[in-house]
């Protein structure tokens, strides 16, 4: 294909396949798509290894990694880390352990606050700072930024490495936010889409979008699952697609047995906006924990980012944990961020599958768009 | 175009224009599109009146009436509907004059319950067949039914006299039964629409619906004011789009000037879907009145449909009267049903002007496809 994109990142089709898993990042880029490592799980270490693997794997085609970044990179936040637990209200803890105990969820596992080191580790500077650095020793096409506008000093390292820099989006404002900070590439992600959303439609969005930074390339996310989705994407102006959902089931997918159950039973109906896991609204698969959250009478109510995190994935380790051993009350509450386009998701496939039957029915889509309009 | 639409209905382009407005819906007509007349504020004979009006103006061209028909027609409606006002707890007419008070609405206009009378007729068998009976006796080529499947009296009525019925709908299995029910054409419609709305947004949803009822035709609604935003309905899998926000701002349309002014202001964040007018979840501008029912500290809370409705109609007819007069409470509290797209409106322009716009850029944006896929 022809678009702006495709000659700057060197590739065949533009269809970006967000995933922590390394599998379906070098599975797409080895089909002629855009593999993009989600490595916000990753301390430096294993960011490192996982990335040799991958120039391995892929024969100087090329890929990219997303990091999640504080919008400024402060290295207080490594002392302010000590204080996050501390924040957490009493009550929050308790209506943790109260969930786990109603539900039966069984298994011991960490502390509820193991993960928040990690976690406070991963959102500082040096965390930050550090995947960033080991990401630019690798043969990376691009780098993309989860949140907030790309800092700085991560603008000017990857220029000076050459390799672009992507931002996602929800709106119009944020995208020029964005492209004033100096991202390469826009990503205009709508409310659809699985994960942290804003409220605004793909639909509506990626044209508006389209025009306030244009000539930035901008991606579409967001409800894009199947060739016929990316036609309409492009349609919109969009140089190319940004899809995470449609991964989760396939065969590459390390996503836990129970969870992809739950995905390739669920409709287009059981996705919320919630608050319940890390503060800010994400999609995600409803469950027992978003309603008990959300509309339970005993619920604290969400607390803001970064604390729900903290106060959220010691529980969700522990809950999927028990769902993997079959536990029914652990079942109802694990989930996890998905799109709307789970509906659409009813097999587990290999990625390479995935990508060749969205540029098959993008072909058709394309053909039968050009026919009606004859 | 050589949609199965077009040679079902006889236009020339499968472009549909929901309003209340009759000067809309014949600009729409007679530029190649297809009109239809939002019905439910008439009384038959007011209806009888614009449609003869209608017929003279579009010379044979064909254009549809969209009527608010309750799923079963039940006559004992008409005396239930006495019982109606009394179900509105006082704690809720109380909230209303209390905002009324609070906002400075002066106009006394009428007493709040004198929309419910007229409201009342509306819904009940003889309304909507007396509505229906007299649209069946103009040269419609459309009668569309919004809410619920259509029920067997309109469906049988209709085919009689060689008139397709349309049907909207919000999810997958909501096309399933209107379809089941008799539905010749399904409109599916996004999240990001105006008015009664489901969840699943229009990229997510279309596919779905496309695929579930084959081969009857589908419409897209919601997130459609373009011709880019055209385009994509139809690689999504759409015969043609069902567009109603864009037509608020035009010249022809009789939205009132403070509204109007509020829509063109707009943004694409300035919409909510909220329980506050109709007691089910409608996207509208957010204003101070969508905000004090849904999270102000004295609200009540929403009633149900049709409760809220009664409740809502009489104090926004007292609004907007208000609004007009420039009264600043009465503008923080005016508000109007509208899309996302709303943020896409930033002039008036004649309905007509629209409708070019709209074919110009649908083709180049698939022309535009056409070359990125070569």
Not at 66 to 92: E, F, N, W, Y
Not at 146 to 152: E, H, I, M, V
Not at 323 to 346: C, H, I, R
Request: aromatic share 4%; proline share 6%; net charge negative.
């Amino acid at each position: 294909m022809r678009t702006g994109i495709c000659q700057l990142l060197g590739i065949e089709f533009p269809l970006f396949a967000f995933s922590h898993c390394r599998d379906v990042v070098a599975a797409v880029t080895n089909a002629g798509g855009f593999g993009v490592l989600g490595a916000v799980a990753y301390s430096p270490e294993r960011l490192d290894t996982e990335l040799t693997w991958l120039d391995e794997q892929v024969g100087g085609r090329p890929y990219g990694v997303d990091v999640l970044v504080p919008g400024k990179l402060d290295d207080s936040a490594l002392d302010r880390r000590v204080h996050l637990m501390d924040a957490v209200p009493d009550r929050h803890r308790d209506f943790v352990t109260h969930l786990l105990s109603k539900y039966g969820v069984s298994a011991p596992g960490q502390p509820l606050s193991a993960t928040a080191d990690e976690f406070g580790r991963r959102v500082t500077a040096a965390g930050a700072t550090g995947l960033i650095d080991v990401a630019l020793k690798h043969r990376i096409g691009l780098i993309a930024s989860a949140l907030g506008p790309p800092p700085p000093e991560m603008v000017s390292r990857a220029r000076d490495a050459g390799v672009p820099v992507a931002a996602l989006v929800g709106t119009v404002e944020h995208a020029r936010r964005q492209v004033a900070a100096g991202a390469d590439l826009i990503v205009a992600q709508g409310t659809e889409a699985g994960g942290h959303t804003g409220e605004i439609s793909t639909m509506v969005l990626v044209p508006q979008v389209v025009d306030a930074v244009a000539p930035v390339p901008v991606l579409a996310a967001g409800g894009i699952a199947s060739g016929r989705q990316m036609a309409a994407a492009m349609a919109l102006g969009a140089e190319g697609v940004w899809c995470g959902s449609v991964w989760l089931t396939t065969e590459e997918a390390e996503t836990a047995p129970a969870v992809k159950r739950k995905l390739l039973a669920a409709s287009s109906l059981d996705t919320v906006r919630s608050r319940s896991r890390t503060g800010k609204p994400a999609r995600q698969l409803r469950s027992a924990w978003t309603e008990e959250w959300d509309s339970g009478q005993e619920s604290p109510g969400p607390l803001g980012m970064p604390l729900q995190m903290l106060v959220a994935e010691g529980a969700m380790a522990r809950i999927g944990a028990a769902a993997e051993k079959g536990e029914p009350g652990a079942l109802e509450l694990v989930n996890y961020y998905v799109g709307q386009v789970v509906g659409q998701l009813d097999r587990v496939r290999p990625a390479k599958d995935v990508v060749y039957d969205l540029i098959g029915e993008f072909g058709e889509a394309v053909e039968r768009l050009r026919r009606l309009s004859e």
